[in-house]
């Protein structure tokens, strides 16, 4: 006769021989918060009897019970046992015949130690976004990541329940478990009892996730050891790697501002002495690039969010492409990630029309200004309407217009806060389409962008140089959030969608002719 029995998570038959083993089970039908036994079914080896040219080898168990319950409750049952009759390894023939194996006693206390040990050492890691689940290697995971069966059947029927997520199937991933089932009440509630109930059995050993699958679009939820979750690690130090795109942006920044050596870039290392006249522009378009940051770094902040170090794009262009900033922890739900994302483009926004329109009023410093054609503000709708609507018909198709510097410069910085806005991949507005609309609408959308910025490099350097960094450092994917389900309160949204609408018209050029019945229209 076989008994199933179960070893750390691997099933495998278990004879009985009546002459030399005892195995007593007392199973009971149902869990009580109140009283809950745990069994551990220790194995080891013995020596093998050879009788009639056949070998047969033996095995002797020993069943510990470990009971957590109030006091006072288990007086009865520890009588009964008392008064029951067992049999015992004492008998002569197992004394004569079966002797314990050291060697099998040394392998089942190493793996007890280790599964402590690696319990104790789980930390309260940080991750990197940009992948399926955060920093996680798949190809690195190893039988320690493992989730041991016995976990899984508590996190079945006594983590998830009726009130929160009814299980209905489950299926390995990525060194945890992904639980497909009917999710009941408010996600954010179901998930934070969840999550309570998990930290009380476990501890901060498992990470749960309530996402949204892909295939159907209903509810699952993941669980994940936190060892998967190690942060990515680079070859070069970030503050290195940082502080050196930092300098070469610095030096765009005073090279865009500078006409006289745009012509010929060679000829910039012979003439660093005029780069000094870049430096009022490079300021003022590091201005609108440090508010965007700032922003995202305050709200961050309140949200419990954690930022890794900027690293900053140069551009030959418009002096900079704004910066590239690392989410280190998972963020806790979509609206926290898009007031985070959303802070940043509406502060910079802000402060670049608030210059621009300076610009137009402020006389220029030497009274000549910067010349431009007429022409350039159908670059911009937004700069060209609001240009047409402030000149007036000083503004005409043909005509060459003063302006201060300050008009230049204010523009660059709203055009790098309208190209994050692009809503593709890891940009702010990638973020913000994902927090609005889930993710699989942002991945169609983030496919359309990158795809409309293909047909715009055909025309545009700039759009190619920004299609091509999205394509290779910044296309995502977003990393797991860990409640994905609840939508955003619909204030956010409208700062959102605003955000979207806003680098839209910075970047789609003006189509109408500088006119006095355009002014009328608008």
């Not at 955060?134 to 998830?160: A, C, H, Y």
């Amino acid at each position: 006769m076989n008994f199933p029995a179960t070893f750390r998570g691997n099933s495998f038959p278990l004879s009985q021989c009546s002459s030399c083993c005892y195995v007593r089970f007392n199973p009971f039908t149902g869990f009580r918060e109140q009283q809950i036994r745990h069994y551990s079914l220790k194995l080891y080896q013995v020596s093998s009897v050879v009788t009639d040219s056949r070998a047969k080898q033996g095995v002797s168990c020993r069943v510990t019970e470990t009971q957590t319950e109030p006091d006072g409750n288990n007086d009865k049952e520890e009588d009964d046992s008392e008064g029951r009759d067992q049999p015992s390894f004492s008998h002569s023939f197992a004394e004569d015949k079966f002797q314990l194996d050291p060697q099998a006693v040394d392998v089942v206390n190493n793996v007890e130690n280790k599964d402590q040990g690696d319990i104790q050492d789980i930390d309260n890691v940080e991750v990197a976004s940009g992948s399926p689940l955060p920093g996680l290697k798949p190809q690195q995971l190893d039988e320690s990541f493992r989730m041991p069966r016995e976990t899984i059947e508590i996190l079945k029927n006594q983590v998830f329940g009726f009130d929160t997520f009814f299980v209905t199937s489950q299926d390995p991933y990525e060194g945890g478990v992904l639980f497909k089932g009917n999710l009941r009440g408010e996600a954010a509630k179901s998930y934070e009892k969840i999550r309570r109930r998990m930290e009380d059995k476990f501890g901060d050993v498992y990470k749960l996730f309530l996402l949204v699958n892909p295939e159907d679009d209903k509810p699952v939820a993941v669980v994940v050891p936190r060892k998967t979750l190690q942060p990515e690690t680079t070859a070069v130090p970030e503050w290195f790697a940082a502080a050196a795109f930092g300098l070469v942006t610095v030096f765009t920044l005073l090279l865009r501002n500078v006409p006289a050596l745009q012509s010929n870039l060679l000829s910039t290392f012979d003439n660093l002495e005029l780069l000094k006249d870049g430096i009022s522009g490079a300021f003022v378009t590091a201005l609108v690039l440090g508010v965007h940051e700032l922003g995202h770094i305050l709200v961050a902040r309140e949200a419990g969010i954690k930022f890794g170090i900027p690293y900053f794009v140069p551009s030959w262009q418009i002096g900079a492409f704004g910066a590239i900033t690392r989410i280190l922890n998972i963020v806790p739900k979509r609206e926290d990630l898009l007031k985070v994302a959303l802070a940043g483009p509406l502060a910079g926004f802000s402060v670049g029309f608030l210059l621009y329109i300076l610009g137009f009023i402020l006389p220029p410093s030497d009274g000549i200004g910067v010349v431009v054609d007429a022409s350039v503000f159908h670059e911009s709708f937004l700069a060209g309407g609001l240009a047409k609507l402030i000149l007036g018909d000083a503004l005409k198709e043909g005509t060459s217009i003063s302006v201060n510097p300050l008009v230049i410069w204010a523009w660059a910085g709203l055009l790098i806060n309208a190209i994050n806005s692009i809503p593709a991949g890891e940009l702010d507005g990638g973020r913000i389409a994902f927090s609005i609309w889930g993710r699989k609408a942002s991945a169609r959308i983030t496919g359309v962008s990158i795809v409309l910025l293909g047909l715009g490099s055909l025309f545009s350097d700039v759009a190619f140089y920004w299609v091509a960094l999205i394509f290779f450092l910044q296309r995502g994917p977003i990393a797991p959030l860990s409640e994905e389900i609840t939508d955003p309160e619909s204030k956010y949204v409208g700062l959102g969608i605003l955000v979207l609408l806003l680098g839209l018209l910075v970047c789609l050029p003006y189509p109408f002719p500088f006119t006095q019945e355009t002014i009328s229209n608008l």
